[in-house]
């Protein structure tokens, strides 16, 4: 079987009139990617740079004025062949949701309706997807809650009643509870104190390996990618600038930009002050030509600035677009 | 549970309070005004005829127990409040010798029954409609009745109320313009009787209802247009929820919360809005009854429709608060 997640030349912008003159933002230029079975695929970047933009893009959970532009996002959920899901019909993508395709949505303390139980909540999600009477999927849940050390008592509590972690982890056990083949996770754990972020991390993780399912993880937060993701891609300025398994990427980083998100990592032992990057993320609306990260880079050469450097695979599995890499030049 | 009985009773208490400050007010408003109802009622029955002035200090003295005027300003003040927690008001100078209360409820069921099936309607329509067209924002239809309701709602109700009486009772006259009922019949529960009292009501009814719904349609409408773009909606909406049930549990129910405060208050309020419509449209209810007492200086008639007011408004009030965590589960009992 293929990939099961297809990106293709995705370019989705926010397109805005005023007064007849069209703005675009270029969130998401042109960016090709695959997600394998039972991986979990990191998404990394510092804010702005299209990660959100993106995994919406990708879940189709666009509204106006962020629009497609071209490009194709083609799913291939066990057995059924790949299907770009802006084909899908409305009830096609309704049976898809959340039976193949769930998400962790960013900012998970506010995704459960205040007036509800949480016991409806799964009944309005997932019952619908379960071939269960009402009795025995409650049972169903009540196990998956234990999975995730909640006990049974939070189907019966409104969202307040619960503490943060909890409700990330009900969150977390709404969007597995119909075993999906493919999860979004959308800064799941951005809000949480590092405690709680561990244990939410592990529960991911440990799901993820029953389920096999793949799991799309996006944070700023290289640390929580170290820990946890097979292969990671690093977006900058709307576009994929490069990706490699986890483990090669943070031993040999070959975008400068990567390199800086690494080195930015505090280590054990290691007391050298740590720098920023200079300078402030293009404005998307009128990208620097040539090479997007030019203007902060410190390896910018000529071809940076007038000619768009294209991803090649420089190492097997490992993807830069980079000028200076394709040189051989390190950063 | 216990904290919730503490509440209940701080509630009840406040209730009574502002249920006694109320008609409190109403007493010393009312006792400031120069008519005498002894005077004045003695006047009205001496007017033919003479009496003899020991008849007349009969009459007085006995006036004066009836109308609670006797003694200095503390005891009248005593006398009246032992007749209001009893129900009894006195009787009504306008209609000597018809006790206030036999007035008042006779007048009672035509105003609240108007009034409370105008104000349902028109909450449960605009909210309705609103809620609808905050959620399906590009629906022509629901755009058009948001401009109409838009556009209806700034009309001050005299002028809609005329309006429908001119196209209605004289223009195209299928509805009856005036009274609750068809003259002659015998009121009662017969069919001929309930269809004229329906027909009676429907216009009176329609105004109330087409000056009231603006109101719950446009707040309603900005209330889901809120809701709509929060967290759990979108949630739900990536999450693939049949988009009835979002809009019935998801949407509406959030956006109702303050509309039910509001529907309380319309409620409990309902007694100044009726007078109005009870003028225009003739309609023996409280409002023609207060309008008619204070023409005739009938002050315990005033008094006693003021305190069946206060009740209902402050009622109204309590009934939100203790209802309200029911509604919303965030709203702690304090």
């Known amino acids: ?331 | 549970m216990r904290g919730y009985a503490l509440y209940l009773f701080k509630r009840l208490f406040q209730f009574c309070l502002v249920v006694f400050i109320g008609i409190n007010v109403t007493y010393l408003i009312t006792h400031a005004t120069p008519i005498d109802p002894v005077e004045q009622t003695i006047t009205a029955a001496t007017a033919f005829g003479t009496t003899s002035p020991e008849a007349i200090a009969m009459m007085r003295r006995s006036l004066q127990d009836l109308y609670g005027t006797g003694g200095s300003g503390f005891d009248q003040w005593l006398a009246f409040w032992r007749r209001i927690v009893v129900g009894d008001f006195g009787p009504s100078l306008s209609a000597f010798p018809t006790p206030v209360s036999t007035l008042i409820r006779r007048a009672l069921p035509w105003t609240a029954g108007l009034m409370l099936v105008a104000t349902l309607l028109s909450w449960g329509l605009g909210n309705l409609l609103g809620g609808l067209a905050g959620y399906y924002r590009r629906n022509r239809l629901l755009k058009f009745a948001g401009i109409v309701a838009m556009g209806v709602h700034p009309v001050p109700y005299y002028i809609v109320a005329f309006v429908l009486l001119i196209i209605f009772g004289y223009l195209w006259p299928v509805l009856p313009i005036t009274g609750a009922y068809a003259q002659g019949l015998q009121p009662g529960f017969s069919l001929e009787f309930a269809g004229s009292v329906i027909r009676h009501s429907l216009l009176p009814t329609a105004s109330l209802v087409l000056v009231g719904i603006g109101g719950w349609f446009m707040g309603m409408r900005s209330l889901v247009s809120n809701v709509v773009t929060e967290d759990y909606t979108v949630y739900a909406e990536l999450a693939g929820v049949r988009r009835r049930r979002i809009l019935g549990a998801y949407v509406m129910r959030n956006a109702l919360a303050p509309q039910v405060t509001g529907l309380a208050m319309t409620l409990g309020a309902i007694f100044n809005g009726a007078i109005i419509t009870e003028q225009v449209f003739g309609y023996p209810g409280l409002g023609s009854l207060l309008v008619a007492a204070v023409h005739a200086g009938d002050y315990s008639l005033v008094i006693g429709v003021t305190t069946v007011s206060i009740l209902a408004v402050s009622f109204a009030v309590l009934l939100v608060d203790v209802l309200y965590p029911l509604l919303d589960p965030r709203v702690q009992a304090r």
């Open chain 1, 1 to 331: 079987m293929g990939p099961i997640l297809a990106v293709e030349g995705l370019k989705a912008y926010y397109q805005m009139r005023y007064f007849g003159t069209l703005r675009e933002v270029r969130a998401v230029d042109d960016i090709t990617l695959e997600i394998q079975r039972d991986e979990i695929y990191g998404l990394a970047g510092e804010s702005s740079s299209g990660k959100s933009t993106l995994i919406k893009t990708i879940a189709r959970a666009i509204r106006p004025p962020l629009n497609v532009v071209d490009g194709a996002v083609r799913f291939d959920f066990a057995g059924q062949g790949p299907r770009d899901i802006y084909t899908l019909s409305a009830p096609e993508l309704a049976a898809t949701r959340w039976r193949h395709l769930s998400y962790i949505m960013q900012g998970s303390m506010n995704v459960l309706n205040p007036v509800r139980r949480i016991r409806h909540s799964f009944v309005d999600f997932a019952f619908r997807h379960m071939s269960l009477p009402m009795p025995a999927f409650l049972r169903r849940v009540e196990e998956h809650l234990g999975h995730l050390s909640l006990r049974p008592d939070v189907l019966e509590s409104f969202p307040h009643e619960l503490s943060g972690g909890m409700r990330q982890r009900v969150t977390i056990a709404l969007a597995t509870v119909c075993r999906p083949d493919f999860i979004i996770a959308d800064e799941p754990t951005t809000a949480l104190d590092v405690v709680v972020q561990k244990g939410v991390l592990e529960m991911i993780r440990r799901l993820q390996r029953e389920m096999g399912s793949s799991v799309l993880f996006v944070t700023h937060d290289m640390a929580v990618h170290a820990n946890l993701t097979d292969r990671l891609g690093i977006m900058y300025a709307g576009r994929l600038v490069e990706e490699a398994p986890t483990r090669a990427l943070f031993r040999q980083p070959l975008h400068p930009y990567t390199a800086h998100l690494i080195r930015s990592l505090p280590r054990i032992g290691d007391d050298t002050p740590r720098h920023g990057l200079e300078g402030r993320p293009p404005n998307l609306a009128s990208p620097p030509p040539g090479c997007r990260f030019h203007p902060r880079c410190p390896l910018a050469m000529e071809v940076c600035q007038q000619t768009t450097p294209v991803m090649q695979e420089l190492a097997p599995g490992h993807r830069v677009a980079c000028h200076a890499a394709a040189q051989g030049i390190l950063p």
